[in-house]
């Protein structure tokens, strides 16, 4: 018996079954076959939505899964009761989508930080997105010309949108073809009505997925991957608001800030933390408005954070 090995991508992974659409199109279920281990950390999961591997078709409409090419980034997540473990949620993310809103409910700046500061460990480019402008009034218009000015100092693209009457969807829709982005914000900024503005086949998809489980419910707390039909892949990740544990050492902090990582090579001190010392470049930077307050700010929280580590 001899059968076929072919690659694919992992598009659902729940415990011990994974699904993966080959590059003919199929999709296979799979298990796995050997030991797979992730250099540096310790996972529950060798296996993430978004990897790359190589399948061995089985039968009609099985697999094993058996190699796994090695990741360009991926995310974790500290394992319930497993304090030294992590999940893998997902995998070779080209890009993030953080979806803001200035109002119902109101996106605070600090939690936009945190998973900038979280992306720029990661390595995944982040672009913001802020919703729900056809709520906004003058007050809301005001805080949103203060963000996008200091978000795109730092070097982020952002944009406005509005699914209610459709205003901004089509610079959205250009990010996504051919690239796999991940899905972010918190509940309520409107993730899931995007998927469905984005790609009408999502639905039906949905309830594909919940005929085949078990429960007959469409289990929200698995990320998933989402092809759309304009090209492109989006992962949403329910239930999970930022990108979940990190370890950063407070003075490799403004590294994860690009405009103050840019400003501090000025800086007179090598080890300037641009809290307090003279000759700060970075606190210059802020004077002189090349660095927005606000996320000067909030780096300084980030700095405050309790037991010299941020999470
Ligand atoms: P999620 O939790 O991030 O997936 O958010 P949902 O997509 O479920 O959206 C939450 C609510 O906001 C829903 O009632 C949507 O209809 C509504 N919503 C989404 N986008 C917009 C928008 O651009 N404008 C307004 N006014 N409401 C929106
Ligand atoms: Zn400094």
């Known amino acids: 018996m001899s059968a076929s090995v072919t690659t694919g991508i992992v598009i659902k992974t729940t415990g011990s079954c994974h699904t993966v ?15 797979f281990r992730t250099k540096g950390i310790r996972t529950t999961n060798p296996v993430a939505v978004g990897d790359r591997v190589d399948v061995a078709i089985a039968e009609q409409g099985r697999g ?29 993310i080209d890009q993030a989508f953080l979806m803001i809103t200035l109002k119902s409910p109101v996106t605070l700046s ?12 990661y390595r995944v480019p982040t672009i913001l997105i802020f919703n729900k402008t056809d709520l906004y009034g003058p007050m809301e218009l005001g805080m949103q010309y203060d963000w996008i000015s200091a978000y795109t100092l730092a070097g ?19 990010y996504l073809p051919g690239k796999i982005t991940l899905l972010s914000g918190n509940s309520g900024v409107g993730k899931s009505s995007l998927v469905n503005v984005l790609d009408p086949f999502k639905n039906l998809k949905t309830s594909e997925i919940s005929i085949s489980n078990k429960s007959g419910k469409h289990t929200t707390t698995f990320p998933e991957m989402l092809e759309l039909s304009s090209g492109g892949q989006v992962i949403d990740t329910p239930g999970i608001r930022g990108f979940g544990m990190l370890e950063i050492e407070k003075s ?37 408005g090349e660095i927005a307050e606000m996320r000067f700010l909030n780096y300084l929280g980030m ?9």
Do not use: W
């Not at 590059?23 to 050997?34: A, M, P, R, T």
């Not at 982020?156 to 250009?174: F, Q, V």
């Not at 700095?303 to 999470?311: D, P, T």
């Open 21 to 35: 659409k080959v590059d003919s199109g199929e999709v296979l279920q799979c298990g796995i076959k050997g030991l």
């Open 64 to 92: 094993i899964i058996v190699n796994i090419y090695p990741r360009k980034n991926y995310i974790i997540r500290k394992a319930i009761n497993l304090a030294r473990e992590s999940h893998i949620l997902a995998a070779n």
């Open 110 to 121: 600090m939690f936009v930080d945190r998973f900038l500061v979280t992306a720029e460990a």
């Open 156 to 174: 982020y693209p952002c944009h406005t949108l509005s699914l209610i009457n459709g205003k901004g969807l089509e610079e959205i829709r250009a």
């Open 252 to 288: 490799e902090l403004y590294h994860y800030f690009p405009e103050i990582f840019k400003y501090s090579k000025n800086c007179q001190f090598y080890n300037c933390s641009h809290t307090h010392e003279p000759g700060c470049s970075v606190r210059e930077a802020v004077e002189n």
């Open 303 to 311: 700095m405050e954070g309790v037991n010299n580590k941020y999470r």
